[in-house]
């Protein structure tokens, strides 16, 4: 695919930075260029580029990457999304530094000083699955139409006329934040009577698969909520899974999967461990991220995860989308699906739930990871029986937060009420209420 990089008038011209430039795409097009493939183009704006033709490129472009180290006024972007609006929705790569990143929260944000992230936000745009791709361009084109990105409240006739027309439904819950309010201190996080009753009554129906996808471990699922037989559980973000009806009995996906790596991967955190006296700093942590990911994580089945303070390796197969994708896939006569959850990655299962392209009413699953790893490497794809206005992604928080999901509720009791509504609970319907900052966890 070839490169085409198109160069802003500079506010002085720098005729020493240009000849480097032209030298650095002469050497590239000497390298891997051919006599029909020039892989790399420069071109200057100010120069030779007319509107019309910028435009043609912008609307052509598989992706588009916008990195300046600061800015104050560059409107290529929002220009992009435009003219993609007919074309390809291709993605976006966009600095964090730039004014406008803050409205374009649908963009593979990057600091374009960290030239791994921006490699890897590259790739991430490059091969994004076209539901994604078409998704992430509806949030943006409504940004650039002066709209501000909001999720609508989840729509309690639809859900309700939904779910009693369909003859099997999953239920996929996050407990933190979804099920329970956030608290303070975690191991406060409990049940309320009304939370477990709704739990209950969904499980009981036969034709409902009720599962709760957290991030806990399995103790605390078991101690709070594993006296609900029919409802099953995953712990620790997909590692663990007590199917529904099989007693106390978790199934260890990680012990099923190749660990082999994981001497590897100890041997690098210790060096970078090892021998520092006030433990690892940033720079250390940022160094040790990139020896993982350019040696290890691409002939290994694993993914390099950073966090806040944290710095994560897990095997692909794990993660909540990965398990909504498993119990899909296992699940393909489902009629309706509702998912919920709060957080960051809850966002994997409502990717995991993108599963129409533009106007297509039909829709196959791939045999994910978690099968093709753990049961059988040939499973074929399968058909699935969903239609799309029966797939009700639900994201508990404000309708202006970033989300895949297609609905929101603000607040976990929310989520329970319209439960106990589904299973014919009389409850008080509440209104949109207002709304206020939450807590975030990454539970
Ligand atoms: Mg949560």
Redesign the pocket.
Known sequence: MPDVQVTSPALTDSPKLERQVSELVANINGEFGSLDFIPANARAEHQTLKKDEFYALLSVADLAVITPLRDGMNTTSMEFVIAQGRTKRSPVVLSEFMGISKHMENALMVNPWNLGDVAAAINQGLVMSEPEKLARHEELHRVRQGERARTPYIPRDVLESRYHAAKKRLFFF?????LAPIVKTPSMAVPTPATLRALEKLAADARNVVYIISGRDGAFLEQHLGHLQNVGFSAEHGGFVRAPGTGNAWTNFTEKLDMSWMGEVEEVFRYYTEGERSGVGQFQCRQCQDLLENNLAHKRPIEVLVGKKNLEVRPIAVNKGEIVKRLLYLNPDAEFVFCA???KT?EDMFRALILFGTGSTKATLDAPLSVTLIDAEDAPPVELAIKPDCVFTTAVGQSSKRTLASWHVTTPAEIVEHMLGLVGEPTKRTAPAEEEEKVD?R?
């Open positions: 996050d407990y933190d934040g979804t959850g709060d957080d809850d966890s539970l």
